[in-house]
């Protein structure tokens, strides 16, 4: 499907690991939102303002931090390429880089680990990615061109 995906694939949207730990003292409470393209950062920047403007009581309970990783592979400033974003991004051979928005938890030890079960599952911390990208999303599809 290498072919397929360069041609059409538009944005890859990765909500990797992110719902926070529930345990705050232990484990934080910080969601990473990233992207490799300017257009995509301002515009899920400023969903991520309205959220903490409508949302406060939930919003406050995390820091929701989000950045712009435009290099290219390897780079200091390039996306990581240590998850399932990482061929979406720079192995498409497009000769361009992927666009991608990726949303990365607070983490803990137990991830990809038999610990990593339901009772570390935050529903709340999803929720925060899940609305500002999924509000994204939603203005993407009315906008072809994007």
Known sequence: ????????????????????????ANRGNSLTLFTNSM???????????????????????????????LGDKG?????????????FV???????NGRAVVCYGSGSWEYHTYKDNMERFNEESLGVSVTIYGTYLSALAYNIDS
């Open 90 to 96: 720079y192995d498409l051979g497009s000769g361009a």
């Open 75 to 87: 780079d200091k400033d390039g996306m990581p390429y240590n998850s399932d974003h990482g061929p």
């Open 1 to 24: 499907m290498k072919d397929d995906l360069k041609r059409n694939l538009r944005l890859y949207i990765n909500l990797d690991m992110n719902h926070v730990d529930a345990d705050f």
């Open 39 to 69: 257009d995509d950062y301002r515009n899920v920047e400023s969903i991520k303002k309205e959220y903490i403007s409508t949302y406060p009581d939930i919003a406050n309970r995390y820091e929701i931090r989000m950045s712009a990783l």
